[in-house]
């Protein structure tokens, strides 16, 4: 088992910034792949950005690449979302999650979720 807990959510202005963090405990957290998939309102849990065991691998939902990069301190236990530029559509539920398989764009793949952390993103 995996728990894991977000946190750093809140409300910014549009073109402003937030830094996600999801502390992991349980379970060797290195030996997971991490991702942050993202729900709006009346939408269906999207994809964001998702990071290998090892840190070296990366990828991103085409929307925030370029403005959100995802990392990942194994020595804590702990995967980060720094989110810049955002944009009113940015405005979502972030949930974090974990995969003992191969690193994966798909919601399906992933293991363990948290509760997620709202983002709040005003015009």
């Known amino acids: 088992q995996v728990q894991l807990v977000e946190s750093g959510g809140g409300l910014v202005q549009a073109g402003g910034s937030l830094r996600l963090s999801c502390a992991a405990s349980?379970?060797?957290?290195?030996?997971?792949?991490m991702g942050w998939f993202r729900q709006a309102p009346g939408k269906e849990r999207e994809f964001v950005a998702a990071i290998s065991w090892s840190g070296r691998t990366t990828i991103y939902a085409d929307s925030v690449k370029g403005r959100f990069t995802i990392s990942r301190d194994n020595a804590n236990n702990t995967v980060y979302l720094e989110m810049n530029s955002l944009k009113p559509e940015d405005t979502a539920v972030y949930y974090c999650?974990?995969?003992?398989?191969?690193?994966?764009?798909?919601?399906?793949?992933?293991?363990?979720w948290g509760q997620g952390t709202q983002v709040t993103v005003s015009s």
């Open positions: 999650a974990a995969d003992a398989g191969t690193l994966s764009r798909w919601s399906r793949n992933y293991d363990y």
């Open positions: 349980g379970r060797s957290f290195s030996n997971y792949n």
